[in-house]
């Protein structure tokens, strides 16, 4: 994880007029169709020169007005920015600046579908933006229970509960709070803001998807969500976010197979740590025992199918059927791959299974 910000030193000092730079050719092309589900965040990312987070970010923003609407200063939020990229750790290879711009990306597909269009308020629109682009910010790429059987810091301070996503919520705080960018609010107003953030970023806990989802589904059965009810837009905000969070298997297969791969080979590295260190290896780590295929069939099946059929009833839309046709298809997919694809360790050398993943055990965590 990140050390203190003092002990790092000064911040990465990328210039402003970089935005005229990137805001030219190809890339600025991408950001007029930026509301695509085909959008290529992997293309947008190479023509920002590794800046996606923050062009997509800020052009979002402006697309809306908020910048102006909410008078934020922009210095302040250019400084915001930069310091949020520069705090995901981009030598992860899926929980990273990237992945944080895909999911700020599909958050605004979704803003922009006509349920949440016609419904949200300006501070709904700036909450789930802010929300998507931080909700993993300083991710040490590796999962809870780790955090929790290393005797990460982190596990101890938060409890064991929503480890990840609490620090990920307090990270983003301490950002506004450094930079100041709402600090010419009124009090109140800037404490809100953070605790409706933390509450955005807190749906994202995976091993809370089963209560989401009951209540979500509660509310389509009794046809109950009322969208002038601020409660009732926050919760939708939380699905539409924890949507946007696990998305991967409904983009159009050239893009899912990527992120299918990345967050598999993260998981791998996670496990040749265990190994590495004599710690049981997490079901879904061991790279000697599972395939891509075969971890992306059953997150599909158990975890995104359920959600994004609940997301359907609710916006029953192009777009969210879009959504389940790509996932169907890249189901069909993997499932056909698998009958390929065999388990590292069977295709490699015995001494080569036992990782050699230059990751080490994260700061904070103790040895066994």
């Known amino acids: 994880l990140h050390s203190s910000r003092l002990l790092r030193g000064i911040t990465q000092q990328i210039p402003l007029p970089i935005l005229d730079e990137d805001y030219s050719g190809q890339a600025r092309c991408m950001l007029e169709k930026v509301g695509s589900w085909n959008f290529d965040v992997f293309l947008f990312d190479r023509l920002t020169n590794g800046n996606s987070l923050i062009t997509l970010t800020f052009h979002l923003l402006n697309q809306y007005g908020l910048v102006e609407l909410f008078q934020l200063d922009m210095v302040k939020l250019w400084r915001f920015l930069v310091l949020v ?6 030598d992860n290879p899926y929980h990273n600046s990237v992945h944080a711009a895909d999911v700020t990306q599909a958050m605004f597909c979704f803003l922009q579908e006509p349920m949440l269009a016609n419904s949200l308020t300006s501070y709904d629109i700036l909450l789930g933006l802010l929300a998507a682009a931080t909700h993993d910010l300083d991710h040490p790429g590796v999962n809870q229970l780790f955090l929790i059987k290393t005797d990460h810091y982190l596990a101890t301070l938060y409890r064991n509960t929503s480890v990840l996503e609490n620090h990920h919520w307090k990270s983003a705080v301490g950002l506004l709070r450094e930079t100041g960018l709402f600090s010419h609010l009124p009090a109140d107003d800037s404490l809100n803001m953070e605790r409706d953030l933390g509450s955005l970023i807190l749906a994202t806990d995976i091993s809370r998807q089963n209560d989401y989802l009951s209540r979500f589904r509660m509310h389509l059965d009794q046809g109950n969500l009322c969208l002038s009810s601020a409660s009732h837009r926050h919760f939708v905000l939380q699905m539409a976010l924890k949507c946007a969070d696990i998305c991967n298997p409904c983009r159009p297969w050239e893009l ?42 059953d997150f599909m099946t158990y975890v995104a199918e359920p959600l994004f059929a609940e997301w359907a009833r609710f916006s029953d839309t192009c777009l969210s059927q879009t959504m389940l046709g790509h996932m169907g298809l890249n189901k069909a997919s993997w499932g056909g791959l698998q009958q390929e694809q065999t388990p590292v360790s069977e295709e490699a050398e015995p001494s080569a299974a036992g990782g050699s993943s230059s990751k080490e055990m994260p700061q904070g965590s103790r040895e066994s």
């Open 85 to 90: 990229q520069e705090d995901y750790h981009n």
């Open 256 to 297: 899912s197979k990527q992120w299918s791969e990345k967050v598999t080979e993260e998981f791998f590295q996670q496990g040749d740590i265990e190994r590495k260190h004599k710690l049981e290896v997490g079901p879904l780590c061991d790279r000697e025992t599972n395939t891509v295929g075969k971890i992306q069939i």
